[in-house]
């Protein structure tokens, strides 16, 4: 079948995804990459029924056989599965999962044999999540030698060395969340880890704020520092001054973000195996020690259907073109029923598939069977249905999409569990109840990025806007893809103000704002992140936090004059409106920054 990928979309497959031969040459083209992937992972259903025959037997809802319906879903680009799955299934490694937390305890021991396996993780393409607040703090007493220890902070830079010399697949370094509890005593230190440009280059940092922490914050108290080797406090601080200085360096860099720890906890599904204390490297997946998550995302764009003809231009229309009555498309929700099931099987059956790195992670993965399921292309599909992205309507349309996607994902699953039967761990967890019909998996939702699946779909990513009309996007070890967003071409020839010289403007990094042939709805149509409000950012990530299962990926993007107090909002916004973490960035504070904008007028 014919595949509409992008150029952009070609080469990220080439450099990275397409199976290589030994002398570093691309040797299957796209199709055969997905038909290896729908294969292989479609291999599990004779696990349940050894008579299946995969190319002919199809679960309910699907229009041909398991692989055939898996093929075409990624072929059309209507669903992806996370990258490990797209670069491995079928081939050797077989290492599937995106995400893993790994356990680090008080203890030379643990602490290098957490470094070890990460280093097999990232080998397979995995990225990994620490908890670091288990560590005695910097000072504190070395009862083998009666020395000082060195704290969490020196600790990590040992992961961080071993992450700069191990590439994800032969590809990429791979990536690392660092997550410290906001009652250590190190805390500031943490905090301020990465205002030094270049220092713990392979780590995303994240404090773990607590409830009580952000009533402390609110009262302007104090607040106890607990050593966690001794468990007794060993001073005060201020929770406002500590919070400050959190907002202050995420103004600076971007970091750190934070976790709303309690809240992570109060969902989490089997509570009886112990606490979260840390997530994926993007935040979007909080998991138990040793536990793993594989990842997949629907592609909002191509789950919309035409309501009115192409003839019909819903900007001169005598309706408003801001409301989803005059808009070019609307959800097609049959379609997007579809998907969600077959994301589900898809995701479950990469658990039985998967070759796990660790016995204790393939334990944890069989044990609960998480899974995420994702959406990506929600801007693109705003534009069409022709909805501003930081406006009400906006935010009912991805609360309302999320709570289907949710509510289908979960009959999905408990099917799966008549089939299949339910995740083994389901004694002692919150699905062990009277009246509560099993399920196959502990969670079933979660909201990742999706950086460079979103370019493989030519989609916008996750759920963020269009980030701007034209822009760079630095990707593969300093590789530059220019984008310029497809939709705008599309909508001007619908909308009849396309001309070859405002493509061209456009794509010097011209603003649309200052065209006059372009109609006000269309601007507003496509603002790009710098021109939403922060409170419009942090409002869509609480509506789709709303209905998701695990956490959602989502950066609150600023302009470079940005206060610090606008950070701090976003922040205590994120907490009021029910986000289990929030992380921020201002444009140009960082030297290697991912996507750069042409324009100056914003960023």
Known sequence: MPLNLTHNALVVLQRRYLKKDEKGIVAETAEEMF?????????????????????????????RGTEDGFFEAMANLEFLPNSPTLMNAGRKLQQLAACFVLPVEDSLDSIFDAVKETAIIHQGGGGTGFSFSRLRPKDDIVGSTSGAASGPVSFMRVFNMATEVIKQGGTRRGANMGVLVVDHPDIIDFITS?????EFA?????????????RKVEQGKEYPLINPRTNEIVRHANARDVFDRIVE????????????IDRINQANPTPQLGKMEATNPCGEQPLLPYEPCNLGSINLSKMVKKTVSSQQSAVNSNCSPLTAHCSLYEIDYKKLEKTVRLGIRFLDNVIDVNKYPLPAIERMAKGNRKIGLGVMGFADMLVKMRVPYNSDNAVRIGEGLMQFIKGTAWEASRELAEERGAFPNIKGSIFDKPGIKPVRNATTTTVAPTGTLSIIAGCSSGIEPIYSLSYTRQVLNGLQLPELNPLLPEIARE???????????????????????VPEAIKKIFATAFQISPEGHVKIQAAFQKYTDNAVSKTINFPPDAAQEDVKKAYLLAYQLGCKGITVYRSGTRAEQVLTCKSTLYC
């Open 35 to 63: 038909r290896r992937v729908s294969r292989n992972i479609s291999m599990a259903e004779a696990l349940y029924n050894p008579k299946a025959d995969i190319k002919k037997h199809a679960p309910e809802g699907f229009n």
């Open 194 to 198: 990465k205002d030094v440009p270049g």
């Open 202 to 214: 392979n780590f995303n940092i994240s404090v773990a704020m607590t409830d009580e922490f952000m």
């Open 249 to 260: 360096s995420a103004w600076r860099s971007g970091e750190p973000g934070a976790l709303f």
């Open 495 to 517: 909308e009849s103000f396309y001309s070859e010289e405002l493509m061209d403007f456009i794509a010097k990094g011209g603003d649309l704002n200052q065209r006059r042939d």
